[in-house]
């Protein structure tokens, strides 16, 4: 019986990534500013989070009529998402402050919203950010029986339709991650391949509170006050609104038409490129100049630097993609990015397209 191995990079003399840090760090001693967040970011911060409150208790205490209550549901399911985005992320790789417990704070948000800190660090922050698009230890693409996301994953019947099936799958991520894939690695104590790092007792406590908060505050407490079939209906399209967005941004990263996913030698277990090279080769860019879309998915569409900088706060991605690039164009690989989110879309749905038809 074989044992699983974590992939590693290979040690170069002149590293892209070491050149990329010193070009950007010129960048923020030439502006004198910090690369952390800005006022503007903790405002946006602020008011996502007292919009979600607001409209939870609205529904709530003074629920308005059937039609009205949806539109209210698909917003909190657009602020779930949003505040994902926007403030658990950046505080969860510490770079939406300069105060260690700032990000702290931030990062808890996800708690606020149901989802456990713990595994999201190992899954997306340790595991996702190292080893992006490598088949059998990136989670990201590691959808089950339904979906082929990787060329080197089992292609079944099935796939062929997954260009057209895939946006109802997205839907249920929120659901699925609440309600299963946190159980899931709290009790197999691993994510995937990859063992989980030794939980102390406060993680077990911050787990199991989390959860208890959340079965309060999104199910007991909404049942009581709007009867079962009403909170039903809400909680489905909330949680399918948030799944949708969440899924598809984060897909449109790294599952599209000219993104690689790249495999290990057998026997050395290293990978082709050096950590930079590999990150850029595996992640892409979409709608950069659109500054709504930015705004919204927390700078989520400048995923290169995003993967490239993690502790650099989102707001500093549109001035440094421009170093970023130029280094690409140095080193002679390709910079991927897509100038809509429709071209985006299209280039991910032609990716399923093709990975479902046969080999």
């Known amino acids: 019986m074989s044992t699983f191995a974590i992939p590693k990079f290979p040690v170069v003399k002149q590293s892209l990534h070491a050149e990329l840090k010193k070009r950007v760090q010129a960048y923020f001693d030439e502006q004198g500013i910090k ?7 903790f405002t946006k911060a602020i008011v996502m989070i007292m919009a979600f409150v607001a409209v939870y208790i609205q529904l709530l205490v003074w629920t308005p009529v ?3 209550a949806l539109l209210e549901a698909v917003i909190l399911g657009g602020l779930i998402a949003g505040i994902g985005f ?4 950046d505080g969860s790789h510490g770079s939406f402050s300069t105060n260690r417990w700032m990000n702290r704070i931030a990062a808890s948000s996800m708690s606020m919203l149901g989802a456990n800190h713990f595994m999201w660090n190992m899954k997306h922050n340790m595991i996702h950010h190292s080893f992006t698009n490598i088949d059998g230890v990136d989670d990201d693409i590691e ?3 339904l979906m082929r996301m990787a060329p080197t994953q089992k292609r079944l019947k099935m796939h062929k339709f997954q260009h057209f099936y895939f946006w109802f799958l997205y839907m249920q991520l929120y659901i699925f991650w609440i309600f299963f894939t946190d159980y899931n690695k709290y009790f197999s104590k691993k994510i995937g391949n990859v063992p989980l790092k030794k939980m102390e007792f406060k993680d077990h406590f911050e787990f199991w509170i989390v959860k208890v908060y959340h079965a309060a505050f999104f199910i007991v407490i909404p049942i009581y006050a709007l009867g079962w079939l009403p909170w039903l209906v809400g909680f489905i399209v909330m949680s399918m609104v948030a799944g949708f967005i969440l899924s598809i941004v984060f897909q449109l990263a790294h599952t599209v038409e000219h993104t690689e996913f790249p495999v290990a030698d057998i026997a050395s277990h290293q990978l ?5 090279a590999h990150q850029i ?3 892409a860019n979409f709608a950069t100049r ?3 879309v930015s705004w919204l998915v927390g700078g989520l569409n400048f995923q ?4 490239l900088f993690p502790k650099i706060s989102h707001v500093h991605y549109p001035a440094i993609s421009k170093i970023v690039k130029a280094v690409c164009a140095e080193y002679q690989l390709q910079y991927i990015e897509y100038p809509t989110m429709r071209r985006a879309v299209v280039a991910h749905v032609r990716f399923l397209r093709d990975l479902g038809r046969a080999d």
């Open 66 to 68: 059937w039609y009205l």
């Open 290 to 292: 659109n500054k709504l």
């Open 304 to 307: 290169i630097e995003h993967h």
């Open 272 to 276: 082709p490129d050096e950590f930079a």
């Open 281 to 283: 080769k595996t992640t």
């Open 143 to 145: 959808i089950g029986v």
């Open 35 to 41: 690369s952390t967040g800005t006022p503007k970011l």
């Open 86 to 89: 926007n403030v658990m992320h």
